[in-house]
């Protein structure tokens, strides 16, 4: 091959479509939402179950099993609340990412080292025979 020949695939292009690593990012984060999203459910699904339950022991008249299970209602609000958490925090960072963006121009590089190598090649070359 020639010094100052290029290849076919060299130059300036710009590659377009969106860019990928953003979509990556929002993908999983998505599933996360989803994931954290049926997560509070439960937990508050248990929480009420529970609710109903330390209701029961307290119109009965349970001592011990009414503080057990105010024990375990407040276990449960407390993962509850863990859970609307992490749901929170999930959906502040998707929120972050913003629109998807497109992709940038990055493969100026290459012809950009290959012109100028050329170049140098070149007047070094010249410089070179006149010296001589």
């Known amino acids: 091959m020639d010094h100052g020949a290029l290849k076919p695939n060299d130059g300036r292009k710009k590659l377009v479509g969106p860019d990928r690593h953003p979509q990556r990012a929002r993908a999983t984060l998505e599933q996360s939402l989803a994931v954290a999203h049926k997560r509070v459910d439960k937990k508050a699904q248990e929480v009420t179950v529970q609710q109903i339950k330390v209701a ?3 119109s009965t008249g349970h001592g ?4 057990q299970r105010r024990r ?6 407390k993962a509850l609340q863990e859970a609307q958490d992490n749901h929170t925090k999930l959906r502040e960072q998707a929120a972050a990412l913003g629109p998807p963006r497109e992709r940038a121009d990055r493969d100026f590089r290459t012809q950009t080292l290959m012109t100028v190598r050329t170049l140098l090649l070149e007047n070094a070359l010249m410089a070179f025979m006149s010296v001589l």
């Open 64 to 67: 011990k099993r009414l503080d």
């Open 72 to 77: 375990a209602f407040a276990r449960g609000e």
């Open 56 to 58: 029961e022991a307290a």
